[in-house]
């Protein structure tokens, strides 16, 4: 996804936000040093990372972990550390 | 109904990703957690803090629900002012039917509700509004360069209380909100911390659902504050609770009690830790590691154990 840069042009009247969570216009993904892998034969869909991500960035489809929002994930680790069957791993981001 | 996990990540979530704050900040996941306790329609204000400045950066907002910031210090008197205008359209018929159940909800740090904000909050407390105020405590200004605030604990290295040779960090004890907010008498009060995210999640039900004021006080474990690294939130909030740094406490109706895992320490089914067990991990306490801060530990030691025991106590537990 490519950010939407905005000019003064195309800002609403009042500089009002008219769209409610538009935050996920706005990549934090390259803040990433190291990025999260899952090993799917390893996930059991407990969900904890997704209650641990502070970044929404655990994407689930019909209650099952499929993998994740790298546009938004900034790399924490967080989701390793709470995971119980070690199906997230991290590695170094090339770039 | 109980919450369950596999329920939960069908919904939407309130707080969208995109928003900048630090990688590893436990901050959006407490704001979830309470949020997504229950399904009614949500207001939320916020205090100036972390929460504030990184979730609505212009021309982004992270926010999926109505959101409002008025100042650092009037966040429960902003909320309060809601509240009383939505009852005065309900009386004059002008909001729907569906949306009659809608909750308000205050956010603040421990900045806006301790220090700045404590008179605003204690205004909207004695008045009786039917709303719920979420403090979550990072313990210090961490958003203006972690400065000390009165929730900062005893040895803590701050921009203010800076270590060296003639100070050990923070001098005084961290002020008890909890009993505060409790000789405000409102009906639903807790202490919580987002590793026991069902605990939590609970609390924050009761306090949503309940006819009145609400407070809750939960420890959020700051990465460039407390300088601990961006996965070791979960670890060093459990760690609060089992060394009784941190109770897990729920006051209803003015009966105190003790829930998670301080409930089992206090009925002996889990061992507490020493202090030193919350405090190694974090690059604030390491000063209190050499020989010359031996006896601040204990001093810590001390001031947990004088506050844990008087809160075993006041939930009906013999010393």
């Known amino acids: ?95 | 109904m109980a919450i369950l996990l596999k329920d939960l990540v069908n919904k939407n979530v309130p707080l969208n990703g995109g928003h900048r704050m630090c990688p590893g900040c436990p901050t959006p996941v407490i704001v979830k957690q309470i949020l997504m306790s229950t399904d009614h329609p949500k207001v939320a204000a916020n205090a100036t803090g972390c929460l504030e400045v990184a979730t609505t950066i212009y021309p982004y907002t992270a926010w999926n629900i109505p959101w409002i910031h008025n100042a650092f210090e009037n966040a429960a008197a902003t909320i309060a002012g809601i509240e009383s205008a939505f009852r005065a359209l309900i009386k004059r018929g002008e909001i729907a039917e569906d949306r009659k159940q809608t909750k308000f909800i205050a956010f603040g740090g421990d900045g806006g509700t301790y220090d700045i904000g404590l008179q605003s909050l204690s205004g909207a407390l004695e008045r009786g509004h039917n709303f719920l105020y979420v403090c979550y405590d990072n313990e210090g200004y961490m958003n203006t360069g972690i400065q000390r605030s009165s929730a900062t604990p005893i040895g803590a290295n701050t921009t203010t209380t800076p270590v060296g040779k003639v100070s050990y960090g923070k001098k005084e004890p961290r002020k008890d909100l909890i009993s505060i907010v409790a000789a405000h008498h409102i009906p639903y009060i807790a202490s919580a911390a987002p590793h026991n995210w069902m605990d939590t999640m609970n609390k924050a039900k009761k306090a949503i659902e309940v006819n009145g004021p609400a407070f809750m006080d939960v420890i959020s474990p700051c990465v460039p504050g407390w300088k601990i690294r961006t996965d070791e939130w979960k670890g060093i909030s459990e760690a609060a609770v089992k060394t009784c740094f941190w109770p897990l406490i729920e006051i209803e109706n003015g009966e105190w009690r003790l829930t998670g895992e301080s409930k089992k320490i206090a009925d002996g089914k889990m061992e507490k830790l020493p202090v030193e067990e919350f405090l190694k991990s974090q690059g604030r306490f390491k000063h209190l590691f050499k020989l010359e801060n031996k006896d601040v530990i204990k001093l810590i030691q001390d001031d947990v154990d004088k506050s844990w025991n008087y809160y075993k106590r006041m939930a009906g537990y013999n010393d």
């Open chain 1, 1 to 95: 996804m490519k950010e939407i840069k905005k000019s003064w042009k195309n800002i609403p009247i009042g500089g009002n936000i008219l769209e409610a969570g538009n935050s996920k216009n706005y990549i934090t993904g390259t803040w990433r040093t190291f990025i999260p892998r899952l090993d799917k034969e390893k996930c059991v869909n407990c969900f904890q990372c997704w209650m641990f991500c502070p970044d929404n960035s655990i994407s689930i489809v019909e209650n099952k972990m499929v993998g994740f929002d790298y546009d938004h994930c900034k790399g924490c680790g967080m989701c390793v550390s709470v995971c119980p069957t070690k199906a997230i791993t991290m590695e170094k981001e090339e770039k």
